[in-house]
């Protein structure tokens, strides 16, 4: 039965949100979440381009070739990714710096390629736009929560804000690949646990 567009947007709010259900996009949930900026602007900038492909690849599904889809969906997935680029440069350039080369690649993201050939080139406008639109925000919420629990017990701070008095002493592991190994696998272990009940 086919779901409605309110469906198609809701689940990736929870039911197929990308790094904790799909288990999708791990590279730049572990990479850019050691601060809660760093998550919410990779979380943006990929939305965007979930967004914008998955509306092309809707609108070209019935003149792409079968046999060079793939081709043709990088090719519209880097487009956006450079106009996300060159946005980020223009106006938000600190935190293009901090995000640096997980930026350009977006354009090998498997959330994005995996939407435009899961979803988009077999739906219509609408349900693809509803898509897109649920499975970025699920997947900037992700990478913002994961980033604030990194953050506050890393470095003690939310959003670059302190939080604790000068006495705190940060538990840097938390900021370094190993512990947002170990959130991540904590936070996925806790999203189980809730989806059981």
């Known amino acids: ?31 850019v979440t050691k601060s809660v900026d760093g998550g919410i602007g990779m979380g943006i ?5 979930l967004v914008c492909s998955n509306i092309l690849v809707s609108l070209l599904r019935n003149v792409i070739p079968k046999q060079v889809r793939i081709a043709c969906f990088i090719v519209v997935i880097a487009t956006f990714v450079t106009v996300v680029e060159l946005l980020m440069q223009a106006f938000t350039y600190p ?25 988009a080139f077999k739906n219509k406008l609408l349900p693809s736009l509803a898509d897109g639109l649920g499975i970025g925000i699920g997947f900037t919420l992700s990478l913002a929560a994961l980033a604030a629990l990194r953050e506050i017990l890393g470095n003690g701070t939310f959003y670059n804000i302190p939080l604790f008095g000068p006495s705190f002493q940060p538990f840097t592991f938390m900021v370094q690949a190993p512990g947002a190994f170990v959130c991540l696998g904590l936070m996925l272990a806790g999203m189980n646990m809730l989806g059981k009940k």
């Open 95 to 119: 935190l293009f710096l901090q995000l640096g080369i997980f930026i350009p690649l977006i354009v090998v993201n498997c959330i994005v390629l995996g939407r435009a050939e899961a979803f």
């Open 45 to 49: 900038a990929t939305t965007f381009v």
């Open 1 to 31: 039965m086919a779901k409605t567009v309110v469906q198609e947007f809701t689940k990736g709010l929870w039911a197929e949100i990308p790094p904790f259900r799909l288990v999708l996009g791990l590279c730049p949930t572990l990479a």
